[in-house]
């Protein structure tokens, strides 16, 4: 919906097409010259606008937390960034031989130290919702990149509502450690 939102609504003629025509979220127009566009109709609006509001909600507590773990590893007296996307040379799961991949940690840091044995680099892979906790844990790729990356990689749990943990600290690969953010703590 947001691609055709964007476009000048020129038909792709796919299944999503399809199945958006069809549930009277996108509707034809045909202009004088014969030539077919797609618009959203007020039923794809509202359904636009509704997921967007439910991503940024999601995304909020998301990026919340991550505020809240950058802040305490600048308060441990680490240099710290959000959002880096950094490269790592991980094994392929089919082959032998080691390739690169891109990884983007929520949080990477570092002790402050010119001394390269001392940096003690760290990342912090930050879940606010059980379906994204569960969805990365099936990604090894990314867990060893992480590992390559960083001395250590630690997943850091948000709540449900009403305070439950979104997961178990058991269900976390042993590799990794595991912080819980209860209240204003971040509990390891």
Same mark, same amino acid.
């Given at each position: 919906?947001?691609?055709?939102?964007?476009?000048?609504?020129?038909? %792709?003629?796919?299944?999503?097409?399809?199945?958006?025509?069809?549930?009277?979220?996108?509707?034809?127009?045909?202009?004088?010259?014969?030539?077919?566009?797609?618009?959203?109709?007020?039923?794809?609006? +509202?359904?636009?606008?509704?997921?967007?509001?439910?991503?940024?909600? $999601?995304?909020?507590?998301?990026?919340?937390?991550?505020?809240?773990?950058?802040? +305490?590893? %600048?308060?441990?007296?680490?240099?710290?960034?959000?959002?880096?996307?950094?490269?790592?040379?991980?094994?392929?799961?089919?082959? $032998?031989?080691?390739?690169? %991949?891109?990884?983007?940690?929520?949080?990477?840091?570092?002790?402050?130290?010119?001394?390269?044995?001392?940096?003690?680099?760290?990342?912090?892979?930050?879940?606010? $919702?059980?379906?994204?906790?569960?969805?990365?844990?099936?990604?090894?790729?990314?867990?060893?990149?992480?590992?390559?990356?960083?001395?250590?990689?630690?997943?850091?749990?948000?709540?449900?509502?009403?305070?439950?943990?979104?997961?178990?600290?058991?269900?976390?690969?042993? +590799? %990794?450690?595991?912080?819980?953010?209860?209240?204003?703590?971040?509990?390891?």
């Amino acid at each position: 919906l947001r691609d055709v939102y964007r476009s000048a609504g020129w038909p %792709c003629q796919d299944t999503i097409e399809v199945e958006l025509l069809a549930a009277r979220l996108l509707e034809r127009v045909v202009d004088a010259g014969g030539r077919e566009t797609l618009r959203l109709t007020q039923a794809g609006i +509202e359904m636009l606008a509704d997921t967007l509001a439910s991503n940024r909600a $999601s995304r909020t507590a998301h990026e919340a937390l991550v505020e809240r773990v950058a802040l +305490e590893m %600048c308060r441990a007296g680490r240099l710290v960034w959000r959002g880096l996307s950094l490269r790592a040379r991980v094994a392929a799961p089919a082959e $032998s031989r080691a390739g690169w %991949c891109v990884a983007r940690p929520d949080v990477f840091s570092i002790r402050r130290t010119s001394v390269e044995a001392y940096l003690e680099p760290v990342v912090h892979e930050i879940k606010v $919702s059980r379906a994204d906790l569960l969805g990365d844990l099936k990604k090894r790729e990314k867990r060893a990149a992480y590992l390559e990356l960083g001395g250590a990689c630690w997943y850091v749990l948000g709540t449900k509502p009403g305070g439950a943990p979104i997961a178990r600290p058991d269900e976390i690969p042993q +590799e %990794c450690g595991v912080m819980q953010a209860r209240g204003d703590s971040l509990e390891v």
